[in-house]
C-alpha cells in the first residue's frame, strides 16, 4: 500500500512523505520549484523565443482584448455590409422590374394605337386620296390644285356630264365608304388618342354627314348641288400618317429598351 502510495505522490508532483517529516529538505524543494517556474517565465519574456506574430507585433500580447474588439468589430462591419449590398441589390432589381412592367405597359398602348386606330386610318386615308387624285388625273390630266377646281367648276356646271356620273360613283361606291370607315375607327377608338383631340376630325365628320346627306338627294336624282359645303379636310391625312410614323418609332425604342432591361 505505501508504495502504491508513494508513486500516487510522485506522478502528481508533490514532495514525498518522508519530506513533510523533514521541513529543511521541503522548503529547499519548493525553492527550486519556484526557481524553475520563474526561470521558465524568463525564458517566454525572451524575445527570442517568440513566434513570428509576437516578433513583428510587440504589442500583442499587452493588447490583445483591444485586437479581439478590433476583429469583431470587422466582423460586424462586415455582415452589416453585407446586408446593405443584399438591400441594395433587392432594390436594384425592384426598380428594374418596376421598368420593365412601365415598359411593357407602354409597348401594350402603342401597339394597341398602331392595330386599331392609326394603322387603319392612314392606310384608308392615303387610299382614298390616291383614288380622288386618280379621278382628277384621268379627266383633267394633272393633279394640280388649279386643275382639281377647274373640273370641280365643270361637274357643277355640268351635272348630267360624263365627268358628274364618274365623280358620284367614285363617291358613293368608294370615297364615301371608305371615309365612314374612318369616322367609325376613329369614334370607336378616341381613348387611343395621344394629346387633345385634333380639330381636323370635327371638319371630317362635318363632310362625311354632308356626303351622306348628298347622297340621298342623288339617290332621287336631285343633282342641284354636287358638293358638300364642308370640303374634305386634307389635314386628316397628314395627321394620320404623322401619328403613324411617331408610333412606330416609339414602338421600336421601347423594344429597345425592354432588350435592354430584361435580357
Avoid at 132 to 144: D, L, N
Amino acid at each position: 500500500f505505501m508504495s502504491w502510495v508513494r508513486a500516487l505522490v510522485r506522478h502528481v508532483g508533490f514532495p514525498p512523505a518522508s519530506s513533510y517529516l523533514r521541513p529543511r529538505r521541503c522548503v529547499v524543494q519548493l525553492a527550486k520549484r519556484r526557481f524553475s517556474s520563474v526561470h521558465s517565465q524568463s525564458n517566454f519574456d525572451d524575445p527570442k523565443n517568440w513566434t513570428i506574430v509576437a516578433r513583428h507585433f510587440p504589442s500583442w500580447r499587452e493588447h490583445a482584448g483591444l485586437a479581439i474588439l478590433l476583429i469583431g468589430g470587422l466582423n460586424g462591419l462586415l455582415v452589416i455590409s453585407g446586408f446593405g449590398i443584399t438591400w441594395l441589390s433587392t432594390l436594384k432589381r425592384y426598380q428594374l422590374d418596376l421598368q420593365a412592367e412601365r415598359l411593357k405597359s407602354d409597348l401594350e398602348r402603342t401597339n394597341q394605337q398602331l392595330e386599331a386606330l392609326f394603322g387603319p386610318l392612314s392606310a384608308i386615308t392615303h387610299a382614298t386620296e390616291v383614288g380622288f387624285q386618280s379621278f382628277i388625273a384621268e379627266h383633267r390630266g394633272g393633279v394640280r390644285t388649279s386643275e382639281q377646281l377647274d373640273l370641280e367648276e365643270y361637274i357643277r356646271s355640268h351635272p348630267h356630264s360624263r365627268e358628274s356620273k364618274r365623280y358620284r360613283q367614285l363617291i358613293s361606291c368608294t370615297l364615301q365608304p371608305l371615309n365612314r370607315r374612318c369616322m367609325e375607327i376613329v369614334l370607336s377608338h378616341t381613348h387611343l388618342i395621344d394629346g387633345q383631340f385634333p380639330e381636323c376630325l370635327y371638319h371630317f365628320y362635318s363632310h362625311v354627314i354632308e356626303m351622306d346627306s348628298l347622297l340621298e338627294r342623288w339617290a332621287h336624282q336631285d343633282l342641284a348641288v354636287l358638293f358638300p359645303r364642308t370640303q374634305y379636310p386634307v389635314e386628316v391625312n397628314l395627321w394620320a400618317w404623322q401619328e403613324f410614323e411617331r408610333l412606330r418609332e416609339k414602338q421600336s425604342a421601347l423594344l429597345s429598351a425592354l432588350e435592354k432591361a430584361d435580357p
